[in-house]
């Protein structure tokens, strides 16, 4: 019960999280990582083009299935269950997320963990010249400090779904239809 008590306080913090524009996502996609020693960079990144074009949580992500993509006379859509609202979302495709299901015969790579993958995407970021200088605020020892980072080394997978629902936004889609689909 010491919520109720007078001197109880919820510590919060004002986020300063990225987003990649589609300059950038546009970057990272055509990144040649065609060697087989960069096969798990290849494979990051593809999966990080799709959650950036879709809006998915990792989770959502790593259960994505062919049969979860669809086509009618307006286009290419993807249905899913989420796994944390639990709730059915419809999302209109690009082409990218297209190509990178056929590069993958319908079954995108599996085996990685989200850390794993917050750890391949950073390098990736890193490999298409993303070094754009960000000031983030820090608190360190009770202080708020600021840093200045370069800004792949701030890339994670909720990047993606960040930079999925900005972009949406900036590129005039309504509001309420990219709260639909990131489940907010």
Known sequence: LDFRKKAFRIITEETDAIYLTEEELEKIYELDLSDK???HLDKARDLFIIAARTALRFEDL???QEHNIYSN???FFLRIQTTK??????????KQVIDIFKKYDGKL??????QKMNEYIKEVGSRAKLKTIVTKNIT????K?????????????HTARRSAAT????????????????GH
């Open 37 to 39: 020693k960069q096969a």
């Open 62 to 64: 790593t259960k994505l």
């Open 73 to 75: 006379e307006k286009g």
């Open 85 to 94: 609202t639990d709730v059915n979302v419809v999302v209109p495709l690009k």
């Open 109 to 114: 790579p599996r085996g990685m963990s989200n």
């Open 140 to 143: 360190k020892g009770g202080l």
């Open 145 to 157: 400090v600021e840093i200045n980072v370069e800004k792949h080394k701030l890339i994670t997978t």
């Open 167 to 182: 972009n949406l936004y900036l590129a005039g889609f309504p509001a309420l239809s990219i709260m639909k689909i990131t």
